[in-house]
């Protein structure tokens, strides 16, 4: 697809965001500075409340904070391996991207033990993932060099399926509320790609463009329980929650700059959880609505 062609839609979107207001919501710091390394990233939930990221005070690690916000080593990775996203299914197993080790892990959460759940070698970095509700996991995978990427689509049994190739630079991806669709962004052209899930094969098809934004990075990116987006907007310091339609409907502005993920959690699953790369922290604010993801582990 050519970007550089003239898109209404494309328009529309970046219009609406220019006129978009900051949101009242205030964020707070969650856990401090250089609790985390600058590569944080990552957050997740599990069903018991906990939160999880990556890179806890040194790289190849994922750290945990609990319900009482002690933050303290869950895991250190296998030699080779470097955690980006981090998604829980629902029977309670972790998965990560394994930038490093071209992997997607299994991690065991009572007995710790770490398994590779998928692997490619033609995986550039896996960077963020999405689980359907059916277990299927979706994995971005850009390629910085070139500022270009791939999608894929790794089955319950950990077979590994290319879906698109030679995309923008894939970064943030998560499946709509509704598990109809599935949301894909590209970091440095700053577009948002909505896809519709093939409901027998997990496939996707009928590519079409959500939105482009005029400006900074996006980065991972996390549905509500009615459909909206919130984005890390890397360098914007802010979240931008998006419309399954591609309205801007809000922005929280962050102490941080350089957001690189969300997640949602706490009692009702309307606290979100934002990772802060310069900071090596984590703040969070609070939302009208819970997290699809929180919603299917209750």
Not at 8 to 22: D, G, I, T, Y
Request: with cysteine.
């Amino acid at each position: 697809m050519n970007n550089t062609l003239f898109n209404p839609r494309r328009f529309v979107a970046v219009a609406l965001f220019a006129a978009a207001p900051l949101a009242l919501a205030q964020t707070t710091d969650y856990v401090a500075d250089n609790i985390f390394t600058q590569g944080v990233e990552g957050p997740a939930v599990d069903a018991q409340g906990n939160l999880y990221a990556v890179n806890f005070a040194e790289e190849g690690t994922i750290g945990i904070i609990d319900k009482k916000d002690n933050a303290q080593l869950f895991v250190k990775l296998p030699q080779g391996s470097t955690g980006n996203g981090i998604r829980f299914d629902r029977k309670g197993f972790m998965y990560v991207a394994d930038y490093s080790g071209h992997n997607v892990l299994k991690i065991d959460p009572t007995t710790k033990a770490i398994s590779v759940h998928a692997h490619s070698d033609k995986m550039n970095q896996p960077n963020d993932i999405a689980i359907a509700k059916s277990g299927v996991i979706y994995a971005s995978d850009p390629k910085w060099a070139d500022n270009t990427g791939n999608l894929w689509k790794i089955s319950i049994d950990g077979a590994v399926t290319l879906l698109e190739a030679d995309m923008g630079t894939t970064n943030g991806v998560e499946v709509s509320a509704d598990e109809k669709h599935l949301y894909v962004n590209e970091s440095v052209q700053r577009n948002v790609w909505k896809y519709d899930i093939d409901k027998k094969t997990g496939d996707v098809k009928n590519k079409r463009l959500l939105i482009e934004f005029p400006d900074h990075g996006l980065d991972g990116m996390r549905c509500d329980v009615d459909g909206n987006l919130y984005i890390a907007r890397y360098a914007a310091g802010e979240v931008t929650v998006v419309s399954p339609h591609g309205t801007v409907i809000e922005r929280i502005k962050l102490k941080g700059q350089k957001p690189t993920n969300v997640a949602f959690g706490g009692a009702d699953g309307k606290t979100v959880y934002v990772t802060l790369q310069e900071r090596g922290a984590i703040e969070t604010f609070r939302s009208e609505r819970a997290g699809r993801e929180w919603l299917l582990q209750q």
